[in-house]
Each structure stands twice: as C-alpha cells, then as structure tokens.
C-alpha cells in the first residue's frame, strides 16, 4: 500500500518569506500527486495536481510544485507567502491503476503566516 | 453552483445514539467516499461507492455503515457510536474512477461523541 510523509507538521513565516513544504511518498508503481489546502473552518481544495508530463506543476494562487521521480517527492513551494495562506496542506496520491481510487493522504502541514 | 453538501455540519451525540451523516452531490458523479480526518492522521477513507447499489470499505470502516440507493446521496451511518468516533468526517465526489478525476470535498461535519 501506498503512504505519505509530510516532514513539517507546523511551519511559521513571516509575510513575504518563502515557502518549501515537504512530500514523500512510497509506492512502487506510478501514482497522481496532488496538494489540497485546507482554510481555517473550509473543506478541502485543490491546489495543484500532476499526472504526467513537466515535473513542474503550477496551481492556485502563485503555488507551484516539482515532482522528482528518483526521489519520490512532491515539494510545494510559493516564492511569497501571504497572510491568507495561513491554513493546513495536504498532499495526497492515488494510483495509476484501476481500484478503488482512494486519496491516500498526508499528516498535513499547519502553515501560519504571520503579518 | 457543483458543490458536495454534508448534514449536520456538527454533531454532538452520546455513545450508543444511531446517527447518520448526509451527503449529496449535484455533479451527477458517479464515485463518492467518505474520509475521516484526525489530528496527526491526515485523511483516512472510510467507505466508497462507485456507483449506485456498489459500495465497499476503505482504510478504516469497522464502526460505520453506509448505502447509494440514489446516485446523487451517500449517506454515513454510525449504528452504535463510540468516543473514538469522534472526528471530522468529509464526503467526496468525483465523476469516475480514474486517478485523473478530481475529487471534489464536502464541507465537513465535526462530531463528537461523548
């Protein structure tokens, strides 16, 4: 079965500072990577996904991500955080196979960002 | 607007209190699933459907129950509830069963169970 580690639990910056949130997954096949955010008392959105094609991914709201194969990573970055980024992130794989299509998630990673 | 509506949005019962959870979608999507969603644990899947009448279990299902007699509700049933049921629960959508569909989330329903 498929797993998720997202390394930071709880990140602090400060407006403008940069942004590098962790994503390591384990499986042996090919999977779909996404990055769902989660605004304080919202339900989960979707920022970005990649399926194939350029590892460089961009999404919602200056938000990008780089899928490296040998590493099996899914970083999230934004080059400027902004005080309405504050929520929780989550990245999540699925498989490419047919089956039951569940999102494997993440621990999540609470980002405040303080102004 | 295409949006997946979940009822009660919270939810304080007792153990042992048969509650349901609704969950409805005006995508015409074909696969629903339900996620519970714990401090430290991320989202875990409780049950999903891929259709109506075909229903299977998740990560985590021992305790709930659900069904898909139409294809637009999938409805949460927790029969006997116990504290360790008390969580954040999400009902997702989306149009088929390929990775490539995105899942499309609920708003939340917060229950506790005391």
């Known amino acids: 079965a498929q797993s998720v580690s997202q390394h930071n639990h709880h990140v602090i910056l400060s407006e403008a500072a940069s942004l590098e949130l962790g994503c390591n997954y384990s499986y042996g096949g090919t999977v779909n990577l996404f990055w769902y955010v989660q605004y304080p008392g919202q339900h989960l959105q979707l920022l970005l996904k990649y399926f194939s094609g350029d590892p460089l991914v961009k999404g919602i709201k200056g938000f990008e991500a780089e899928f490296i194969k040998s590493k099996f990573s899914f970083n999230l970055r934004k080059p400027s955080v902004q005080w309405s980024d504050t929520a929780e992130y989550f990245c999540?794989?699925?498989?490419?196979?047919?089956?039951?299509?569940?999102?494997?998630f993440g621990s999540g990673t609470r980002l405040q960002v303080q102004p | 607007e295409a949006q997946v509506t979940q009822n009660p949005r919270y939810l304080i019962t007792v153990t042992g209190k048969k509650l349901t959870v609704t969950c409805s979608q005006n995508?015409?999507?074909?696969?629903m699933s339900w996620y519970r969603q714990d401090p430290g644990l991320g989202l875990r899947q409780i049950y999903y459907s891929m259709n109506v009448e075909v229903t299977d279990k998740g990560d985590v299902p021992e305790g709930y129950k659900v069904s898909r007699k139409e294809k637009r509700n999938f409805p949460l049933i927790l029969e006997s509830p116990s504290p360790n049921q008390t969580s954040l629960y999400f009902c997702a959508s989306s149009s088929g069963m390929s990775s490539y569909n995105e899942q499309f989330f609920g708003p939340g329903t917060r229950l506790t169970v005391l």
């Open positions: 995508m015409n999507h074909e696969y």
């Open positions: 999540a794989v699925t498989p490419m196979e047919r089956g039951r299509r569940a999102l494997t």
